[in-house]
């Protein structure tokens, strides 16, 4: 699947997701601290901007730096970026197991992605995109904070 596509379908999903917000919303609504759901929402932005810079170093041929941003924003490198908060600023303590389970695979995706295209394999990094949004897309689709 080109880049292109793949866009175009993680772009259709959300928007998917958008609409089911408008209608009855069937998501598991997840309580979290204020702190944390801040913390949350700025990780998210944050991980919506790496995704973007991934896919814009894929589209022009860079695939070796896109693994590295892949990796140190969004892998296994990334995890943690909240321990040294308050616990009420913490997200994942206070997020149900399965919550948190699709954001440990969403990083574990992200450093088998990172592993790719850190070699230079430009074709399986292109294949292995889906699974690099899958898991956000799994986690939006099922859990809503607000």
Same mark, same amino acid.
């Given at each position: 699947?080109?880049? &292109?596509? /793949?866009?175009?379908?993680?772009?259709?999903? *959300? &928007?998917?997701?958008?609409?089911? @917000?408008?209608?009855?919303?069937?998501?598991?609504?997840?309580? *979290?601290?204020?702190?944390?759901?801040?913390?949350?929402?700025?990780? +998210?932005?944050?991980? +919506?901007?790496?995704?973007?810079?991934?896919?814009?170093? +894929?589209? /022009?041929?860079? /695939?070796?730096?896109?693994?590295? %941003?892949?990796?140190?924003? %969004?892998?296994?490198?990334?995890?943690?970026?909240?321990?040294?908060?308050?616990?009420?600023?913490?997200?994942?303590?206070? +997020?149900?197991? @399965?919550? #948190?389970?699709?954001?440990?695979?969403? #990083?574990?995706?992200?450093?088998?992605?990172?592993?790719?295209?850190?070699?230079?394999?430009?074709?399986?990094?292109?294949?292995? *995109?889906?699974?690099?949004?899958? &898991?956000?897309?799994?986690? #939006?689709?099922?859990?809503? /904070?607000?």
């Amino acid at each position: 699947m080109k880049i &292109a596509q /793949t866009f175009v379908l993680f772009t259709a999903l *959300l &928007a998917g997701v958008a609409g089911v @917000a408008d209608a009855q919303d069937q998501r598991q609504s997840v309580q *979290l601290p204020p702190a944390a759901q801040e913390s949350l929402r700025v990780e +998210m932005l944050d991980n +919506m901007l790496a995704i973007n810079g991934i896919l814009e170093l +894929m589209a /022009t041929g860079k /695939t070796k730096e896109a693994g590295q %941003l892949a990796e140190t924003a %969004l892998g296994r490198s990334a995890q943690g970026k909240n321990r040294q908060k308050p616990f009420d600023a913490r997200p994942g303590p206070h +997020m149900p197991p @399965a919550m #948190h389970d699709i954001g440990l695979d969403g #990083h574990r995706a992200a450093s088998e992605f990172a592993k790719v295209a850190s070699a230079g394999d430009r074709e399986q990094a292109i294949a292995l *995109l889906p699974k690099l949004t899958g &898991a956000c897309v799994a986690c #939006h689709y099922s859990y809503r /904070t607000r």
